[in-house]
């Protein structure tokens, strides 16, 4: 079984393929195989042209299965899925094209299209991470965010955010990390804190590729701002109780209301002690959907 997926090279969208084929991967009988091709590499002049002879210099093989994460992706699978009709054509977002016209589409909850024979709705976007079972009590990960389009950093909430964790878990080996877009100057004020002594701090220029998966897994607890959405689904998938570290928001959107909608359903919570986060769960929505796909 051969997948290729589309890609328009943003690290986002691939985590969201790779967490599908890993899932089916994992599932299936026969052997699962992925390649990659840039939408560079498919210019739709050509495509259109590759529906006549069924075949595309590009594709290493021929597909079973069509992936396709961003909205510049979408009208190259549909070609693809002409070029190779055998071939199952999946969109793994809310597509801008009729759902109709893709053999199945893989959307978030809070997008708010309704189930369907072609629509898998999914909590959050999918991601390659699977629950290890190699949790460590009182064991904390604090992973830090910053402003975007949406949210606005806002260091004192952060900071005693940080202080209420750090005070309430005397005994907790508490780990800490930025993102590139935390501020730069951030880390600097954290140092000048007394409760800094109880972190181990870990900035994100100084952690290998992989790392805070890893973290998560070790992890008994997470604690997330919620600029990092995808982070926060990360959590849930590893099987972390998770929280949520409000920040300040610019403008409610998709986004922010699938924070809200996790936050009603009770799979995450604003909270810092650890006895009012809800238990880990099964968390496992990239199987939930192979398994659809598989059982087709």
């Known amino acids: 079984m051969h997948i290729v ?57 021929r597909p079973n299965y069509i992936f396709g994460v961003g909205s510049h992706t979408q009208l190259r699978v549909l070609l693809l899925g002409e070029v190779y009709p055998q071939a199952k054509t999946i969109i793994l977002m809310k597509p801008n094209f009729p759902v109709a016209w893709f053999d199945y589409a893989i959307i978030p909850e809070h997008d708010g299209v309704a189930a369907s024979e072609r629509v898998i709705v999914t909590k959050g976007a999918l991601n390659p991470i699977v629950n290890e079972q190699r949790h460590q009590q009182n064991r904390f990960l604090i992973a830090l965010g910053g402003s975007s389009k949406r949210h606005q950093w806002n260091e004192a909430k952060v900071l005693d955010s940080i202080q209420q964790i750090v005070d309430l878990h005397p005994q907790a080996d508490i780990i800490l990390t930025t993102s590139r877009r935390t501020p730069k100057e951030f880390l600097e004020h954290l140092n000048e804190k007394a409760f800094v002594s109880r972190l181990k701090i870990f900035p994100v220029e100084k952690t290998p590729q992989g790392w805070i998966f890893e973290e998560m897994q070790k992890a008994e607890a997470v604690w997330v701002t919620e600029d990092s959405v995808s982070m926060i689904f990360e959590a849930l998938t590893a099987g972390c109780k998770v929280g949520v570290m409000e920040v300040d928001r610019l403008k409610e959107d998709r986004i922010t209301n699938s924070i809200d909608l996790i936050l009603k359903q009770q799979l995450v919570f604003t909270e810092f002690d650890l006895k009012k986060l809800t238990e880990a769960m099964t968390f496992t929505e990239a199987e939930k959907v192979a398994n659809r796909l598989l059982s087709k």
């Not at 002879?53 to 093989?61: D, P, S």
Request: aromatic residues 8%.
């Open 5 to 61: 997926y589309v890609s328009d090279g943003k690290a986002g969208h691939r985590s969201q393929a790779v967490g599908l084929y890993k899932a089916m991967q994992r599932q299936s009988a026969e052997e699962v195989t992925f390649e990659e091709v840039s939408i560079d590499k498919l210019p739709v002049f050509s495509l259109l042209s590759a529906i006549f002879n069924k075949n595309i210099a590009a594709l290493k093989q």
